[in-house]
Nanobody, 121 residues
Framework: QEKLVESGGGLVPAGGSLRLSCAASGSIFRINDMTWYRQAPGKQRELVAPITSRGNTNYADSVKGRFTISRDDAKKTMYLQMNSLKPEDTAVYYC???????????????WGQGTQVTVSS
């Protein structure tokens, strides 16, 4: 069973840093685009940063210059380095990955269970 598991969340003071990880497991031929999302209490889930299979990245304006997305395909893992954290970054962070299970097979979208990030003021 293919799945994504996030880790690295926690409680950090404003100005601090955290590094989130999203590890894929199961029978995987290729991991395509991967994306970090977050959902704050009472708000809709929002896109934080995507990274393509070629390593092209993009960032939400709210995190640009503070967050860095990366991936290690050998480890089937995506990362989100979060620096200069602000209280408004408090949210559950989710990873999404588009995974191809076998050569020439279809691709499916998978979600992790989420990891809580809390930034205290």
């Amino acid at each position: 069973q293919e799945k994504l598991v996030e880790s690295g969340g926690g409680l950090v003071p404003a100005g601090g840093s955290l590094r989130l990880s999203c590890a894929a497991s199961g029978s995987i031929f290729r991991i395509n685009d991967m994306t970090w999302y977050r959902q704050a209490p009472g708000k809709q889930r929002e896109l934080v940063a995507p990274i393509t299979s070629r390593g092209n990245t993009n960032y939400a304006d709210s995190v640009k210059g503070r967050f860095t997305i990366s991936r290690d395909d050998a480890k089937k893992t995506m990362y989100l380095q979060m620096n200069s954290l602000k209280p408004e970054d408090t949210a559950v962070y989710y990873c999404n990955g588009v995974i191809t299970i076998r050569s020439n097979g279809p691709s499916f979208s998978y979600w992790g269970q989420g990891t809580q990030v809390t930034v205290s003021s």
